[in-house]
């Protein structure tokens, strides 16, 4: 392939697999607008629906690392055209009015297993393959900022649909959007995963590398408290200020900040991230939100400091993804990052799960979030503590084709 041929099917694999990680996260960042309608019009308590919100979290963490696997070894194309198969048909089944077991299933397990196949690990891992390292940081980075602007763009169209035309018709409206993942899939390029390229550590022997690293761990388990606080907002905060009496415009307002301004901070992690090191800058992105979720549930809740959270998540929320792969893909390289990134990303899933559903729990015991939100404040601090003392140096290689 000529130069200026590569240049092409790279830049065909940042786009369309931005926008296919852009239409995923959208659609997963609406989830909380429906808490509210799903929950009357079914006669349920929150729990129920948080209940599937987590599962989807849990289910989509434990699908991850056998996604990313799979993608690791035949490429990317085929994973997100099966995700985005079960993506859409979770959604359709989501409107139906079949009751409370199979809204579970639809939503937890078949939207769950979709978000498995079309979302960042899978899209990262096939980045990085066709990437040098040095550009790899940066390109992270900018594939999370595109993917960032689905929830900025998507969260007013859909809440227009709620008000205009039900939860039930907007939620067929998302399953036509999932399915338009398909042919951007099929146009994202040729990445043939490991096929081809040289010989290296198999899935199994990597595995077990990461298993037996400390600082692996120390990463993994920070994640996971991102998974908790992203996840409680998302799902929570819609709910949380129709509580103080605030409108849902301005939490569907709050929620695509959040998705704006989460642009230039992945943006900016990316660029940090190729010149300091991504442990550390971890310890402050957690910092940052602890503090950021404690000035707003402690000072008085207005319009205005809701919308001023929106901005500050927004600018923390997901720019430690692209620092958290950069420093898999430093420590392990590049073979096998859809499979570690999916197993660190196991870690954020089982956080996401305690964090959607306990949000639910904590609300329908006690009456209001104060305990969860106390929670998240406390497992940010607990974050940055287990990021300071990771270093990113590249591991001791695994003998090339270990057996697995």
């Not at 929570?236 to 301005?250: N, T």
Request: glycine share 14%; charged share 10%.
């Amino acid at each position: 392939m000529n130069p200026s041929s590569q240049g092409r099917a790279v830049l065909a694999l940042l786009l369309c697999g931005s926008l296919i990680v852009a239409v995923a996260l959208g659609i997963r960042h609406s989830f909380g607008l429906f808490l509210q309608p799903v929950s009357m019009a079914n006669g349920w308590g929150r729990d129920v629906f948080a209940f599937a919100m987590a599962l989807q979290n849990l289910v989509w963490g434990l699908a991850q690392p056998f996604a990313g696997m799979v993608a690791d070894r035949f490429g990317s194309r085929r994973v997100i055209i099966a995700g985005t198969v079960l993506f859409a048909a979770g959604l359709l089944l989501m409107a139906q009015p079949l009751g409370a077991p199979a809204f579970i299933l639809a939503a937890g397990v078949l939207v769950g297993l979709g978000l498995a196949g079309t979302t960042f690990p899978i899209v990262m891992g096939a980045v990085s393959r066709a990437l040098p390292p040095e550009r790899r940081s940066m390109a992270f980075g900018l594939t999370m900022a595109i993917g960032s602007a689905g929830q900025f763009v998507f969260l007013p169209v859909i809440l227009g649909l709620l008000d205009g035309f039900g939860w039930a018709a907007a939620l067929l409206a998302l399953s036509a959007l999932a399915a338009c993942m398909l042919p951007l899939a099929f146009m994202l390029g040729a990445d043939r995963g490991n096929r081809g390229q040289p010989a290296g550590p198999t899935a199994g022997a990597a595995f077990r590398e990461a298993m037996a690293h400390k600082g692996f761990w120390l990463l993994t388990l920070g994640f996971g408290v991102c998974g908790f606080q992203l996840v409680l907002i998302g799902v929570h905060l819609p709910a949380f200020l129709g509580d103080q009496g605030i409108d849902i415009g301005v939490a569907t307002t709050v929620l695509a900040l959040i998705g704006l301004f989460n642009i230039p901070g992945t943006l900016a992690a990316g660029w940090l991230g190729a010149r300091f090191a991504k442990p550390g800058l971890l310890v402050w992105i957690y910092l940052g939100r602890s503090a950021a979720i404690a000035g707003f549930v402690y000072l008085p809740i207005t319009t205005g400091s809701a919308m001023l959270f929106g901005v500050l998540m927004g600018l923390l929320w997901l720019s430690t993804v692209p620092l958290t792969n950069g420093t898999i893909a430093t420590i392990f390289g590049v073979r096998n990052l859809s499979m570690l990134g999916g197993v660190a990303f196991l870690s954020h899933q089982v956080g996401a799960f305690l964090g959607g559903w306990l949000g639910g729990i904590v609300y329908d015991r006690l009456g209001s979030y104060d305990l969860a939100w106390a929670m998240a404040i406390g497992l940010g601090l607990v974050a940055a503590l287990l990021n300071l003392p990771i270093r990113e140096r590249p591991a001791a290689p695994a003998p090339a084709g270990a057996a697995a």
